[in-house]
């Protein structure tokens, strides 16, 4: 389907003069073009106006590619709409227009220059009328395209690739986000692969190894990342360890089942992220058949350069599309110790490190913008539908058992026993302005103030509590936070109030 021509005078070129300048290499310094004449087939024509109209590529550069003009496109493509109206499906018709005419109606409702009722009232027809020319143009357009595809042999070969190594529902998969007929497009079996070494400025790679096999998963993701142009696009996949517990017959048996999976979260989850026995583990598994967490091959990819586009599980399987957007961070040390250091704004909008006891799957931290922009935030404030917390996280949570390394931070001078949350930048900004200046008047607190006047934990809950204290404490700053931490030992002993 078209969606946009790259070209603004588009349709004036279409109707004007081509100038039928089909030539290859070697480049003419006069216009841009080679000189060497070449026949282009009839076949050759119709892949060409294919892609420079499926957006592959932009026209200009397809035109440059193929050693073509900009005129001769238009011509041929002028052509493929005839002969397209030859081979349309027959109907009634609910006028007398030529096929190629109501052909140059559908491009150009479907090019986004004017809207498709403008153009309705321009050309006298109905919607219907439209939509139905819509149907002819691409049944002939989406046959070629297949055509096209199927007699090319890349495609032949990579569509086996993925086929043979997943399944169909795979290809079809890879299909909605890359052209795997694209002499740019690269599908690789192995992380190890000679023909990822050997390549550069690719538009997309298909990666078919779980990275739960992948001895140095960062490094390999940010290889791909060198390779792939900017905007390119990776598909790759991983096995979640709660995918992995469903799919073992042992998770069916009681007791048993809850003490090898234990076990083994003791042995392939930890054991690999302690400095004194990574080295072993990694030497006898090989970095093979590692546990991963949803949050975790995410964060990974986000941290290594990439935009999450998508996610699907297909046979158990968590398959990812990511689309290349920066360098990646090359994080020598990220966290994955029981204790956290969490960037958090501090008085003044001075950053300072928060220790917490982790709650949150290692490389979390980088899906904080993703979760919040994909679902938003939470009644309590908190990023809604948030897969990074396991369920011993939220225990940990919710009796702040989670909060007792932030005791240092109260030592250090950068928190206090009770005051407004020290919050992240993306939150930050989420916040009302006048709210913004007040907390950055004052340092922030362990113990918040919505516990201490036992509200409840939704956001405009905590908002106004945050006010009412910031507002107190200007006018009493000496007896404020004595009187708030007072109430909140009591609301948490006696009244049980628990975290948000």
Not at 52 to 61: A, D, L, R, T, Y
Not at 156 to 180: D, G, P, T
Request: charged share 25%.
């Amino acid at each position: 389907m078209i969606t946009k021509l790259q070209k603004p005078t588009f349709f004036d070129d279409l109707k004007g003069p081509s100038y039928r300048s089909n030539f290859l290499s070697p480049i003419n310094r006069s216009n841009g073009f080679p000189q060497t004449k070449k026949i282009f087939t009839k076949d050759e024509k119709v892949r060409i106006v294919i892609d420079g109209q499926s957006n592959v590529i932009p026209i200009e550069k397809l035109c440059q590619k193929e050693g073509i003009s900009i005129g001769t496109f238009n011509k041929w493509t002028k052509e493929f709409l005839s002969a397209s109206a030859l081979n349309a499906k027959e109907g009634v018709e609910t006028d007398k227009r030529a096929a190629d005419e109501k052909f140059r109606v559908v491009i150009e409702g479907k090019s986004g220059t004017t809207s498709i009722a403008e153009i309705c009232r321009r050309e006298n027809i109905t919607q219907e009328i439209f939509l139905s020319w819509c149907e002819d143009f691409l049944l002939v357009r989406n046959r070629n395209s297949i055509i096209h595809k199927l007699n090319n042999p890349l495609y032949q070969k990579n569509r086996e690739l993925i086929s043979n190594f997943s399944s169909l529902a795979v290809v079809k998969y890879c299909e909605n986000y890359v052209n795997i007929s694209s002499a740019k497009s690269l599908v690789v079996l192995k992380s190890n692969s000679r023909r990822l070494e050997d390549v550069q400025d690719l538009n997309n790679v298909v990666s078919l190894q779980k990275i739960n096999d992948v001895r140095f998963v960062n490094k390999y993701l940010e290889k791909v990342n060198g390779k792939l142009e900017n905007g390119g696009i990776m598909v790759g996949c991983f096995e979640t360890f709660t995918a992995r517990r469903q799919r073992m017959s042992i998770n069916k048996i009681p007791v048993l089942g809850s003490i090898y999976f234990a076990a083994e979260f003791l042995i392939k989850r930890i054991l690999p992220k302690v400095s004194f026995t990574k080295k072993y583990y990694f030497d006898i598994t090989k970095g093979n058949d590692r546990l991963l967490s949803k949050a975790e091959g995410l964060g990974r990819l986000v941290s290594c350069g990439f935009s999450i586009m998508d996610y699907k599980t297909i046979d158990g399987i968590l398959y990812f599309v990511v689309k290349k957007v920066r360098e990646p961070y090359f994080d020598e040390s990220p966290s994955y110790g029981p204790v956290y250091k969490m960037p958090r704004l501090g008085k003044n909008g001075k950053m300072i490190g928060v220790y917490k006891f982790r709650t949150m799957h290692p490389y979390s931290e980088y899906l904080q913008d993703y979760i919040v922009n994909a679902y938003g935030y939470a009644e309590t404030g908190k990023p809604a539908n948030d897969f990074r917390i396991p369920k011993w996280g939220k225990f940990m949570r919710r009796l702040w058992l989670d909060e007792i390394p932030q005791l240092f931070n109260v030592l250090k001078g950068e928190l206090k026993l009770v005051g407004v949350r020290p919050v992240s930048e993306r939150y930050f900004q989420d916040i009302p302005k006048e709210m913004q200046k007040l907390r950055l008047t004052q340092v922030p607190g362990c113990v918040p103030p919505y516990v201490a006047l036992n509200r409840e934990g939704n956001v405009m809950s905590v908002l106004q509590s945050e006010k009412e204290y910031l507002e107190e404490k200007i006018r009493n700053p000496y007896t404020t936070d004595m009187r708030y931490f007072l109430n909140a030992i009591f609301n948490i002993v006696f009244k049980h109030k628990r975290s948000a």
